[in-house]
């Protein structure tokens, strides 16, 4: 008896989707495992500090500032509830 694998070159989230179907439930749980123990956040992380070193969020800066000086903020103390 012969075995033959059958191997898919996926980069798109649909082929990713449709090779994830085509596995068998041991195949899919195992994937699945694999999946949740990523650790997503880094991706996010490395982003904001790339943003951060850029003027990109410049703005957000700004407009905190200018909320400060209006008046419009409160202490974080007073918000957590922490007086």
Known sequence: MRA???????STVPEIIDAV????EE???QF???LAEIDFDDAWDRQMEADGTTDRLDFLWKDA????AEGKT??????????
């Open 32 to 34: 699945l495992a694999k």
């Open 4 to 10: 033959y694998v059958i191997l898919f070159h996926v």
């Open 65 to 68: 500032k200018r909320e400060i």
């Open 74 to 83: 409160r202490p974080l103390d007073e918000l957590l509830g922490h007086e």
């Open 21 to 24: 179907k085509r596995l068998n």
């Open 27 to 29: 195949q899919k749980n």
